[in-house]
């Protein structure tokens, strides 16, 4: 046998194979270390970005439900502060109501001192109905606590409110000082001088009452006292009526009268006094 040819035949082969086996044998050593082989680190670099994308989704996610969570638990919060607040205002205006009622009753007693032959009830106000025709208002009390039609309806300071027209269970409807189907005996506290006041259309739409029926010579001046007179035993003498804001002339001329502001702001009144009887001057 030719040994030169035998190699030359089959050396390119021997070291095909001592190379497979030499590669064989790195990648069985790498893989006893821990390095990945070369499919493997492939599938590895192939795999990173999805890896990293999910990543990075999960993480978003995970922002997300804390924001939502942290929105949840931030709303909740302003929600409990909002009924706290509801509920120290309630208790404030419960607590200021409570004061300017003993404020109101206080008055009322000095008031009644003066006055005991007075029977008044009190009353709170429902509603106050003003309109191009009447202005009225409706009163918590009605028959059951003896109120009658006719009855005079006051403020705790003894200002003038108006009078009963008409009585309910639990219910009265008061014509108020404006009305313009109102009238009553007035005098002026100054000067004694007596008149009618009496509602009239254009002076309710700006809450005034007319004071007329003047006697001849009697002067009339900005900021008098006007009292109901007690005549006729409508109404007992002494309340407050008002305030003369303005004289004025009627179209001819000839007759002076007074433009009445009224002691009790009608408007905000949420308390008021029946009068159920008292003793009538002559």
């Given at each position: 046998m030719n040994w030169k040819v035998f190699l030359r035949k089959t050396a390119p082969r021997l070291l095909a194979a001592v190379l497979i086996v030499a590669l064989l044998a790195v990648g069985a050593t790498s893989l006893m270390r821990g390095r990945a082989g070369l499919i493997t680190d492939l599938e590895g670099r192939l795999r990173r970005p999805?890896?990293?994308?999910?990543?990075?989704?999960?993480?978003?996610?995970?922002?997300?439900?804390?924001?939502?969570?942290?929105?949840?638990?931030l709303k909740a919060e302003n929600e409990t502060l909002r009924e706290q607040l509801a509920e120290a205002q309630a208790e404030a205006r419960a607590g200021q109501e409570a004061l300017e009622e003993n404020e109101r009753l206080r008055q009322l007693l000095a008031f009644s001192q003066r006055h005991t032959d007075f029977d008044l009830e009190s009353a709170k106000v429902v509603s106050?109905?003003?309109?191009?025709?009447?202005a009225l208002i409706t009163i918590s009390k009605g028959d059951e606590s003896g109120i009658?039609?006719?009855?005079?309806?006051?403020?705790?300071?003894?200002?003038?409110?108006?009078?009963?027209?008409?009585v309910g269970s639990g219910?009265?409807?008061?014509?108020?000082?404006?009305?313009?189907?109102?009238?009553?005996?007035?005098?002026?506290?100054?000067?004694?001088?007596?008149?009618?006041?009496?509602?009239?259309?254009?002076?309710?739409?700006?809450?005034?009452?007319?004071?007329?029926?003047?006697?001849?010579?009697?002067?009339?001046?900005?900021?008098?006292?006007?009292?109901?007179?007690?005549?006729?035993?409508?109404?007992?003498?002494?309340?407050?009526?008002?305030?003369?804001?303005?004289?004025?002339?009627?179209?001819?001329?000839?007759?002076?009268?007074?433009?009445?502001?009224?002691?009790?702001?009608?408007?905000?009144?949420?308390?008021?006094?029946?009068?159920?009887?008292?003793?009538?001057?002559?």
């Open positions: 999805f890896q990293q994308g999910a990543e990075t989704i999960a993480s978003w996610l995970e922002g997300l439900y804390g924001s939502v969570y942290g929105y949840d638990q106050y109905s003003a309109s191009n025709w009447s009658e039609v006719g009855d005079s309806v006051i403020t705790e300071s003894g200002s003038l409110v108006g009078q009963v027209i008409e219910w009265s409807t008061v014509r108020t000082i404006i009305d313009v189907d109102m009238n009553v005996g007035g005098y002026v506290s100054n000067s004694g001088a007596t008149g009618m006041v009496v509602g009239e259309y254009t002076l309710m739409q700006e809450g005034h009452v007319k004071l007329g029926y003047l006697a001849e010579g009697v002067s009339l001046f900005e900021g008098d006292t006007v009292l109901t007179s007690g005549k006729g035993g409508a109404f007992p003498s002494g309340l407050v009526i008002g305030s003369v804001a303005e004289v004025r002339s009627d179209a001819g001329g000839q007759e002076s009268y007074g433009v009445i502001q009224p002691a009790c702001d009608l408007a905000n009144m949420v308390q008021v006094f029946i009068i159920k009887d008292y003793k009538i001057v002559e």
